[in-house]
């Protein structure tokens, strides 16, 4: 004897579409963008305005002309993939480099793969991470924020607080004086050096709340990302405070924020079902803090999200739903 497994019928269509959730995302990510033209410039601009141009020009020829498909550049993915990969990279950029990011994104992470919700890799951070690789010096050294007037040309560089951290601990500097100097508010606020992405916590923050209340991602990935964040990192500091960073401290620099409410929430590229997306989540975050703490680079939130992308269909496997009419056996 057998009993039926009763589940949604799979027609249920909700109102949300691919096009109002990627424009939903831009809407989100407006306020830190608007942030990092005021910070840094115009150069965050020029970087931003060639990052998006350049990702919708492969996107339109690859589907036109490779992929024989009738292009649809304005669902707002292509646009997605590149403002998130100007926000992945210093305001000072040389503009030919985004642009064989954006190629690299859009047309060997993305389109490859046949396009929209096929790839299994987050595109942006696939161009980001190639250009880290291909260009470390000018992917590593980052403009200060303008202290003055905010739209001008020149701009002064310098290492993140992340960056200093790192090298200090090299030269057998403790954590307690390497941070002294750092004040947590203005890494909350925007007033710091870094990637566009990273200009403000808060207004990253406010961002995920938003796409949290308009129902575009879930809070389980950032829930598990920030949470195992603040564990992994939190027993570190207990366990050695002159070795190892606050938990705070590892919140509100580098790309965190960024990455738990708009790379690592990719519905494409993360898991379909809730406990998937808690493992995801919680691998991300303990991953990140792994690199940050013992790699080479200062930075692991790119590495940690990708490598997690490609533990993504086991997790699928792993956590499948009922099929809908299923028999189970009666035990």
Known sequence: MGLLTVSGSPHIHGGLSVKKLMWGVV????????????YFGLGAIRITLVAVISAVFFEYVITKFILKQKPDIMDGSA????????????????????IIGSLMAIGVAKMSFGG????????????????????????????KVSEGFPMALDAVSGPTPLGIVKEGLKNGDKIPELISHIDYSNLF?????????EVSAFLLLLGGIYMLIRKIITWEIPVSFLGSVVVFSGILWLYNPNQYADPLFHLLTGGIMLGVFFMATDMV????????????????GVITII?????????????????????????NNAFKPKRFGKEVKHV
Do not use: C
């Open 27 to 38: 809407i989100a990510m407006m306020p830190a963008m608007l942030a990092s033209f005021y």
């Open 79 to 98: 646009i997605i993939t590149g403002i998130l990969l100007a926000f992945n990279v210093p305001s000072d950029l040389p503009l030919w480099m985004m």
């Open 116 to 143: 929209l919700g096929k790839n299994p890799f987050n595109p942006a951070l696939v161009g980001r991470v190639f250009l880290l690789i291909s260009f470390p010096a000018q992917m590593t050294v980052y403009p």
């Open 189 to 197: 606020f925007g007033q710091t050096g870094g990637s566009l992405g």
């Open 269 to 284: 590229t993360s898991p379909m079902t809730s406990k998937g997306q808690l493992i995801f989540g919680a691998g991300v």
């Open 291 to 315: 690199i940050r703490i013992w790699g080479a680079y200062p930075e692991g939130v790119s590495f940690a999200i990708l490598l997690m992308n490609a533990v993504v269909p086991h997790l």
